[in-house]
């Protein structure tokens, strides 16, 4: 059974940097699409990024492509988002989640993945 556990979440200034960790355990495939998904409080959970664990592509929704990077370490099954310049508007419930990968390339459809963490809350806020 895939776990996924995520950290590092919290309150941060807008402006400021914040790095989620996802850490796997249980994979039962060798290659994986992993993603970040994020909820505020009355709207959908909607895709952030993801990346595959075999070549590393990648996919970011617009507004968060020059804000944050997606990276993996194969070696510890963690996966990582680096958050930089946070806005208010980026404030949500941070879920990872993984897939075994059947395509080229990771995506950011919510119905794709059926394996899911239980989330970080990030708070952006002055």
């Known amino acids: 059974q895939l776990q996924l556990v995520e950290s590092g979440g919290g309150r941060v200034q807008p402006g400021g940097s914040l790095r989620l960790s996802c850490a796997a355990s249980g994979f039962t495939s060798d290659d994986y699409a992993i993603a970040w998904f994020r909820q505020a409080p009355g709207k959908e959970r909607e895709g952030v990024s993801c990346i595959t664990t075999n070549d590393g592509s990648t996919n970011y929704i617009v507004s968060v492509k020059d804000r944050f990077a997606i990276s993996r370490d194969n070696a510890r099954n963690t996966v990582y988002l680096q958050m930089n310049s946070l806005k208010p508007e980026d404030t949500a419930v941070y879920y990872c989640?993984?897939?075994?990968?059947?395509?080229?390339?990771?995506?950011?459809?919510?119905?794709?993945?059926?394996?899911w963490g239980q989330g970080t809350q990030v708070t952006v806020s002055s």
């Open positions: 989640a993984a897939e075994s990968l059947y395509l080229s390339t990771c995506l950011l459809r919510r119905n794709y993945y059926t394996h």
